[in-house]
């Protein structure tokens, strides 16, 4: 049995991988780490969640574990990741990884030095569609991909969503909080590699109240040879709609013998392809252990090495992060003309 203990608990995405630890045989949790006290109050109160630890270096220093959970403040997690490596414990964690190029460094570092698994929580590519879309794409049914636009915008939620999104130097910036779920999913759909960044902008267009965060984001970069991938991971979706969001992770893929899309919240791939008069709709398929983060990092832990694992993260990583960088400095190029 693998024992985990949580640190932080700022992102509601942690308590969907605390739930998943707690129902499994094989894992057990030891500890439980929250240093806010407002988080830690509402932790139990709604989500019946004992912390165990106020202090996480009183925890790192005190509690036997093989695994650290890391769902903190975003720009706190890589300084957790790191203490966790530096422990001689493995890694996993709520989106995103850290929020520094320096960080990645050394996490990837003390990763291969120590023999550490990193995990990521990137549960999208284990959606049906994105399923379905990789199975057909893989079998040839869309020749070669040469274009993919996708949008990942989100709700801003601005007075509901977690007050530190908005507090300066918390956040870490929008392209590196959102965007790697696509950058993940583009690899994993067509078998091909990001190849190249090319260009990437962030702006602040919806949060009017904070006009210091960048909301709006998007990004261009190549896959594989020949095709380009154009994002758009703003937060820019409607608040308080009472439908369900069709343009949720909404794709669109370009290829030699016609086009497929798909969102998230809409069941079956739609197809428009060459030679047809009709709409062509596959039905989504069901994750297996092969695509599940969490079996992934399982199997890495035990020794084992996945082209999903530990590599791919880092490396995905590092784009979100370039990226973000990329927009950070064409902000700072416009405030200078």
Not at 18 to 32: F, G, K, N, T
Not at 43 to 61: C, G, P, S
Not at 252 to 272: A, D, H, K, M
Request: glycine fraction near 10%; hydrophobic fraction near 40%; include cysteine.
């Amino acid at each position: 049995m693998i024992r985990v203990a949580f640190a932080g608990f700022r992102h509601p995405h942690i308590i969907s991988l605390y739930r998943e630890l707690a129902d499994s045989s094989d894992w057990s949790i030891v500890a439980s780490c929250e240093e806010d006290e407002f988080s830690a109050a509402r932790l139990l109160e709604d989500h019946d969640i004992a912390v165990t630890h106020r202090n996480f270096q009183t925890m790192l220093d005190g509690v036997d574990f093989d695994v650290l959970a890391v769902g903190d403040y975003y720009a706190i997690r890589g300084s957790r990741v790191i203490a966790g490596l530096r422990k001689g414990v493995h890694v996993i964690s709520d989106k995103p990884l850290c929020t520094g190029l320096d960080e990645l460094t050394e996490i990837g570092r003390l990763s291969s030095a120590n023999h550490l698994a990193i995990g990521l929580m990137l549960d999208f590519r284990m959606t049906p569609n994105v399923l379905a879309a990789r199975e057909f794409i893989h079998e040839g049914g869309l020749g070669d991909i040469f274009s993919i636009q996708f949008g990942g915008q989100h709700q801003l939620n601005y007075g509901t969503r977690a007050s530190w999104y908005f507090e300066p130097g918390k956040h870490g910036g929008t392209i590196n909080d959102i965007s790697i779920h696509g950058l993940d999913a583009v690899e994993f759909i067509t078998g091909l590699k990001i190849s190249g960044l090319v260009a990437a902008r962030s702006w602040n267009g919806f949060a009017a109240a904070v006009p210091h965060f960048m909301d709006s984001a998007q990004l261009m970069f190549r896959l594989g040879e020949r095709c380009g991938v154009m994002g758009d991971v703003s937060y820019a979706a409607p608040c308080g709609t009472g439908f369900v969001n069709p343009f949720y992770w909404r794709f669109t893929i370009w290829g030699s013998l016609g086009v497929l899309e798909f969102n998230y919240n809409t069941p079956g791939v739609r197809l428009y392809l060459g030679g047809r008069n009709d709409i062509a709709e596959l039905p989504g398929l069901t994750c297996t252990a092969e695509c599940n983060y969490l079996e992934i990092f399982k199997n890495e832990v035990y020794g084992g090495h996945d082209p999903l694992g530990t590599e791919h993260i880092l490396r995905l990583t590092e784009y979100a992060l370039k990226l973000q960088r990329m927009s950070e400095q064409v902000v700072a190029n416009e405030c200078q003309k």
